[in-house]
T-cell receptor
Framework: SQTIHQWPATLVQPVGSPLSLECTVE??????LYWYRQAAGRGLQLLFY??????ISSEVPQNLSASRPQDRQFILSSKKLLLSDSGFYLC???????????FGPGTRLLVL | KNEVEQSPQNLTAQEGEFITINCSYS?????LHWLQQHPGGGIVSLFM???GKKKHGRLIATINIQEKHSSLHITASHPRDSAVYIC????????FGTGTSLTVIP
């Protein structure tokens, strides 16, 4: 069966510090991968998605970036965090663009 | 204006009640998803719909493409159904509603 992992579960970082969140999927190959952010009191926002290694599409301009160095690994990064980057970050995968997405447990990020 | 609107925003029900959560959208879509977010933050995908109706246990989801409207029904609600329910649509990108917070009281 397929599983999706995210780490860390919780992260507190100072403003201006770098960020690296990791997401890995097991039990499938060539998944579509997604990064979402849920800010406090707001809905989910799609940040990035990837249909293959090295292929990243950005949905919104921001100081975050994503990379997919391996088929089942998706990384969300920032060189300098902003206060507004605080939120709940979710990674998801699906076998194809229109199919049900499966979400990871999420990373709660607090930027102080 | 949000592309996806949900109602109600908050809902409190007694155990056993029949619950309906509504979702309206303003964009052309290829699919609509209903998601459940538990208090700890984890999200579970409940349904993906492109037409008609789907049923899974006590949960029923319907969609009317012409009216751009979907409903999520919970029959015989239980306290463990307490969660935030999120409607999401796939157009040229994903759009998400802000969620409906459901509390089921024993």
């Amino acid at each position: 069966s397929q599983t999706i992992h995210q780490w860390p579960a919780t992260l507190v970082q100072p403003v201006g510090s770098p960020l690296s969140l990791e997401c890995t999927v097991e039990g499938t190959s060539n998944p579509n991968l997604y990064w979402y952010r849920q800010a406090a009191g707001r809905g989910l926002q799609l940040l990035f998605y990837s249909v293959g290694i090295g292929q990243i599409s950005s949905e919104v301009p921001q100081n975050l970036s994503a990379s997919r160095p391996q088929d089942r690994q998706f990384i969300l990064s920032s060189k300098k965090l902003l206060l507004s980057d605080s939120g709940f970050y979710l990674c998801a995968w699906n076998p194809g663009g229109l199919e049900t997405q499966y979400f990871g447990p999420g990373t709660r990020l607090l930027v102080l | 204006k949000n592309e996806v609107e949900q109602s109600p925003q908050n809902l409190t029900a007694q155990e056993g009640e029949f619950i309906t959560i509504n979702c309206s959208y303003s964009v052309g879509i290829s699919a609509l998803h209903w998601l459940q977010q538990h208090p700890g933050g984890g999200i579970v995908s409940l349904f993906m719909l492109s037409s008609g109706k789907k049923k899974h246990g006590r949960l029923i989801a319907t969609i009317n493409i012409q009216e751009k409207h979907s409903s999520l029904h919970i029959t015989a609600s239980h306290p463990r159904d307490s969660a935030v329910y999120i409607c999401a649509v796939r157009s040229n990108q994903f759009y998400f509603g802000t969620g409906t917070s459901l509390t089921v009281i024993p």
